[in-house]
């Protein structure tokens, strides 16, 4: 007797972005407050929070509930779905995961599996690119929940900042790291560790800085067939300039994204800001 298909929907949160991947996956959205104004995330735009920041008007976010995360699973089981694979940011950035987690626990055991990605932005992104390409290729819900995982093993994040004061409000980096950058003529780079954004080195100028994220990127890269997104608030020429020399200069890469930052990640790391994410192909 044949096994019955099992039919997997990927969900993920609306701080996940890669050109393409959300095609068939289903965007929980986070909420963004501008002075007295809340919104989803992407109804309040990339630039807008780009313009308020440079106002210096309050900019907060908050994550979905778990009603919301609820309605959601029940939806996609009733619409067809057997089981539901929902990857998010890290738990440690947000209350997001934390919510989903809840949520599956109103259905039954391993009816609903939360994926921790231990990042945000296009590292998400190129998990839940993975977990729902394994769910069209007829993967069972482990299969997709490892498709995930091991996605977010092969993945590593770098970033450049032009202050840390963002991020520090948000409560993202603490205030002693935040004395790293003190000086007006240090500027930081940063990477994400273990799911939480630590600081790496300080360079004196920006385009120095910038040149550094580069070396920094390439050298993950290493000799494996990698795809590579840039991600930026604010700052195309600054990204396109960073994607030019990544393409000269990466042997092996497959794919190369540029992204605007979705609000959310926008509002915590500010205006200018701009980061790499080196994914290693699953075929190797």
């Known amino acids: 007797m044949r096994r019955k298909a099992v039919r997997v929907a990927v969900?993920?949160?609306?701080?996940?972005?890669?050109?393409?991947?959300?095609?068939?996956?289903?965007?929980?959205?986070?909420?963004?407050?501008?002075?007295?104004?809340?919104?989803?995330?992407?109804?309040?735009?990339?630039?807008?929070?780009?313009?308020?920041?440079?106002?210096?008007?309050?900019v907060t976010t908050s994550r979905p509930s778990p009603a919301e995360f609820a309605a959601a699973f029940r939806t996609a089981l009733d619409a067809g779905a057997d089981n539901v694979v929902s990857v998010h940011l890290s738990s440690r950035l947000s209350g997001t995961w934390e919510s989903a987690v809840l949520a599956a626990q109103d259905f039954g055991h391993g009816v609903i599996r939360v994926v921790d990605s231990r990042s945000t932005g296009a590292a998400l992104g190129f998990a839940v690119r993975a977990a729902q390409l394994c769910a069209e290729g007829g993967g069972t819900p482990a299969e997709v929940q490892d498709a995930a995982v091991r996605t977010v093993d092969r993945t590593r994040t770098y970033f450049?900042?032009?202050?840390?004061?963002?991020?520090?409000?948000?409560?993202?980096?603490?205030?002693?790291?935040?004395?790293?950058?003190?000086?007006?003529?240090?500027?930081?780079l940063l990477h994400m560790l273990d799911g939480q954004i630590v600081p790496?080195?300080?360079?004196?100028?920006?385009?120095?800085?910038?040149?550094?994220?580069?070396?920094?990127?390439?050298?993950?890269a290493g000799t494996a067939d990698v795809d590579v997104a840039v991600q930026h608030l604010g700052a195309p020429e600054r990204a396109n300039a960073t994607a030019d020399q990544l393409r000269a200069q990466i042997p092996y890469l497959q794919e190369l994204h540029i992204a605007e930052l979705s609000p959310v990640v926008g509002a915590h790391l500010g205006p200018g800001g701009l980061g790499t994410v080196i994914s290693k192909s699953l075929k190797k």
Request: glycine share 8%; hydrophobic share 45%.
């Open 11 to 58: 969900f993920t949160d609306s701080t996940a972005y890669l050109p393409g991947a959300m095609q068939g996956v289903t965007v929980i959205p986070l909420q963004v407050t501008i002075g007295e104004r809340t919104g989803p995330d992407g109804e309040i735009t990339s630039a807008q929070v780009v313009e308020a920041l440079h106002r210096k008007e309050a």
């Open 160 to 188: 450049y900042v032009d202050t840390l004061e963002f991020l520090r409000r948000g409560g993202r980096v603490g205030a002693a790291a935040a004395m790293m950058a003190t000086s007006l003529s240090v500027k930081p």
């Open 200 to 220: 790496l080195e300080k360079v004196r100028t920006s385009s120095k800085a910038i040149a550094r994220l580069v070396q920094l990127t390439v050298a993950a």
